[in-house]
């Protein structure tokens, strides 16, 4: 995709399928917009920002539907070119033979199909909105949950942006008054002077953790916690992602061995969305179709954001440390487990005991006891267990930028201390860290970067 490529574009703008409605949606430069509305639409004046039901017809100009179409005049539009909408039945067969109307029509401006994520990344690169904005764009499209819904339309609505600008500024402040002395470097720093950068940059310190703890929340509410279930046959997995589902997702039998292959089911506890794992039971085994299911276990292990490892607590399977062993053993480092005896509801008080002792929960996935206990404690490790309403989505690319502008901010703070000695330094390091901020928002220009981003929206958006 090239940057700034003026070419105008066209493209189905709903989900795949038969809806109520359907739109095709173009957007195409200024200087394109007399000739695009006198051919799709000859003689007819149309009003902007306004509904209006207009025949569309095909190359030949056989009705193809009557429809309502927007027109809204660059700059005052989505993308900030031109931009038109034909809102027509939903049918797929009648949306491609619009888009194809189209296309063939206005062939002489050189219109396509537009790349996925096109029309916000012109939004972008129009200034229409920041890239963290756009990011949310397709966050508010993938939210699953309605807190994730929440965070992302916070985003959009520049709330997020809003607070990295004033961090931004914060270190403009400081870095200007650094400069400032660096005109005069004959002259001494004087207190007062050097209180106002510190202290500039101490606030700044102090907002940029703030907004990497609630930035780490909304990764986690666009991105969702992956939580596996693992143990030794029998124990009740499939049972606990059924219970926890609130469905029959799984197969639940008392055949050991039951679930042979990695089951996944979203769900979301307390808006938080959770893509539950199910996994077949760590045991040895000759079956060639067990042991490729226990192969994906110990991988979706690896993969986990947080691991429960399941025991039974009625004492009936036998095998129960070994699967603990390799729990430990496969478990990426830093990762969470979460000890969980199951069945308690068949527990002698000895064994539950001595499983809690070593910081088991007790629950029965059959009863549901316990299953408030244990959702309060996975969110607990994922520090989600505060509301959200604070929080706006963000992605991990957005910590890593927060990261690095903390990093630069702390090594000014030390430059600083060790009585402003190096002030060309200290400015550098500030000038570093609001390029880290402005990273975030698109400032700096990396094609390659937007690339990846508006790769993942869909067609039309
Ligand atoms: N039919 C339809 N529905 C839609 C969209 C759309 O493009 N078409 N959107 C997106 O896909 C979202 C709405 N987003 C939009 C954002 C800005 C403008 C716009 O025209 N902005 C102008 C004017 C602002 C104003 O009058 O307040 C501007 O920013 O200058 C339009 C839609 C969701 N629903
Ligand atoms: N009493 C009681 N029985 C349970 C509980 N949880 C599971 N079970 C029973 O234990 C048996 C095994 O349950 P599953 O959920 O299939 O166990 P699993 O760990 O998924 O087993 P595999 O698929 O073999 O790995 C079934 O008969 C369940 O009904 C529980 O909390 N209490």
New binding site residues.
Partial sequence: MQLNDKTPIVAIATAAGRGAIGVVRLSVPVHHTDAMLSTLFPGILLEPRHAHLLDVTDVKGALLDRAIVLYFPAPASYTGETVLEIQAHGGPMLLRLILRSVLEKLAFIGIRIAEPGEFTKRAFLNGRIDLAQAEAVSGLIDAVSEASAQAAARSLSGDFSRRIHAVGSLLDEARALTEAQLDFPEEELDDLMADEIVQRMETAAGRIDELLKTARKGAVLAEGLTVA?V????????????ALAGEEV??????????RDRIEHWTAFNGVPLRIV????LRDTTDVVESKGIERSLQALKEADIVLA?S?A?GQVADDADALKRVEETVRCGTPVLHIA?????ASDGVLNELQSRGAIA?????GEGLEDLKSRVLDLADMAGGTEEVFLARERHLECLRQAGVHIRRALEIADSGFGMMEFLAEELRLAGRSLGEILGETDAEGLLDIIFSRFCIGK
């Fill in positions: 279930l143990g030794a046959p029998n124990v009740g997995k499939s049972s606990l992602l059924n799984a197969i639940v039998t008392d055949i050991a061995g039951t679930t199910d996994t077949a039971g399941l039974d009625s199951n069945k308690c509801d068949l629950i029965s996935a059959k009863n």
